[in-house]
């Protein structure tokens, strides 16, 4: 009867999910889902009231109000009424152009594989029509849309996952500020951690992609409760997964995604999955108005960051900022569109690939970067050979006289030939490839 008993107690162990603990090491020891890995490519999408000034950057109000920075304040002073206050951008921001399903095209076209939008930024105002905002909303206000739902829903259709920013300050809320002074949970009690709960429920991302944590401990934001109920009794516990920007001390830390800092690219490969949230415009995470060329990130450029990233463990997400009404503008669609086309030719050496542990990088050749997939390895290389003869370092262990090497250009096969450790390629005549940026080999 004891075996008997021990027996079931293993049989039906083996058939259930451990719960997640409120605790970081409960936390951080979870099965990220796959799909993330596999995936690489995301697009970031920053829209809100900051949108509607287009000026400076997402951090504009702060910039007017805390920062007192000369540059805002002039710029607000000329432009708008004596006494204007910043919600009054909610009825500015109009999104006549928003359509979800054109910006979900978009994306595709562009070779993601996942859409993070942000739900609510740091002024507070949320783009779905939360119980928890007193109608500072994009439902009750502006373009009288749930964007958070149109999106979610236009992204999927397009195949794609979905993922939502959501940050947990909001700079100028009352209970926040009294908090912060008077030791207190309210703002989160009462805002936050419900607020968080409904957006889980309501819209069911893949991805919860926290922000604005710097300020308070997580103990102070109820974040490990927050994640124990999400991985073990939300609608997505099984699918979604979370970044790592939860308060003081959490950040690139814990949380199934490292995101570390904006724009973080280590150059090197880490024991932990981390995301190169990075920008088109190099300037602001939000739509500017007074913005020039020289200030966007060239197709060329955000290739040679991918994959670098890649190469190095991580996923790349690249945003966009619509303009007040909706518009997705030209020089986006453009680098956007022109990145998709790299990867509609290159992306086997990108998606569902692995860092090369060895080498993430040639030893002999600077811009050469690995990745590996099904028994193959993936050489990026970022300038064209001198001479068209292509030498690398760090793969003679790779080659024998049954070695192929493919450019996936024109997926022909090239010469090679070893000496004293170094391989050689030859590579064609480079007007006769297709590609213009980046060219990936393939050796196998």
Request: charged share 20%; net charge negative; aromatic share 14%.
């Amino acid at each position: 009867m004891q075996l008997t008993t021990r027996l079931l107690i293993l049989f039906v162990c083996s058939h259930c999910v451990l719960a997640v603990e409120e605790n970081w090491d409960s936390i951080d020891q979870r099965t990220v889902p796959e799909w993330y890995d596999k995936a690489k490519v995301g697009i970031f999408i920053h829209w809100g009231l900051f949108s509607v000034p287009g000026y400076s950057n997402e951090w504009v109000w702060h910039e007017w109000k805390s920062d007192k920075n000369a540059d805002v304040v002039d710029f607000i002073e000329k432009n708008y009424p004596p006494g204007f206050t910043y919600q009054e951008f909610a009825n500015q921001f109009t999104g006549e152009f928003f359509n979800a399903t054109e910006w979900a095209n978009l994306f595709q076209r562009a070779g993601a594989k996942y859409v993070v939008l942000t739900s609510k930024h740091h002024e507070g105002f949320t783009l779905w029509p939360s119980k928890y905002t007193y109608s500072f909303n994009s439902v009750d206000m502006g373009p009288h849309r749930d964007i958070v739902k149109e999106v979610g829903e236009a992204v999927r259709e397009a195949g794609m996952r979905y993922g939502l920013y959501h940050s947990l300050l909001e700079w100028y809320h009352p209970q926040y500020i009294a908090d912060q002074s008077e030791g207190t949970t309210e703002f989160v009690d009462n805002k936050i951690y419900p607020e968080l709960i409904e957006l889980v429920n309501t819209y069911k991302p893949d991805l919860i992609w926290s922000d604005g944590d710097w300020e308070m401990s997580d103990s102070y934001w109820k974040s490990t409760k927050f994640l124990a109920w999400l991985f073990n009794e939300s609608p997505v516990k099984d699918t979604v997964l979370t970044n790592d920007r939860w308060g003081i001390g959490a950040t690139c830390a814990h949380g199934d995604i490292h995101t570390c800092e904006d724009r973080y690219n280590p150059g090197y490969l880490l024991d932990h999955k981390w995301e190169n949230a990075m920008t088109i415009d190099w300037n602001s995470w939000g739509y500017r108005r007074n913005s020039n060329i020289g200030e966007y990130a060239t197709t060329k450029q955000l290739i040679d960051l991918l994959v670098e990233t890649v190469s190095c463990g991580g996923n790349i997400l690249i945003n966009v900022g619509p303009t007040k009404e909706g518009h997705i503008d030209p020089i986006y669609q453009e680098r956007l569109l022109g990145l998709g086309e790299w990867l509609s030719i290159n992306g086997e050496a990108i998606y569902e690939s692995s860092p090369w542990t060895e080498h993430q990088k040639d030893t002999i050749t600077s811009g050469v970067w690995y990745t590996q997939r099904d028994g193959a390895t993936y050489a990026s290389v970022l300038s064209w050979p001198e001479n068209n003869v292509l030498r690398l370092g760090a793969v003679s262990q790779l080659f024998n006289d049954a070695t192929q090497v493919i450019i996936l250009d024109s997926y022909q096969e090239l010469v090679w030939f070893e000496e004293d450790g170094v391989v050689s390629v030859q590579f064609p005549d480079k007007a006769t490839v297709y590609t213009n940026d980046v060219w990936v080999i393939k050796i196998k």
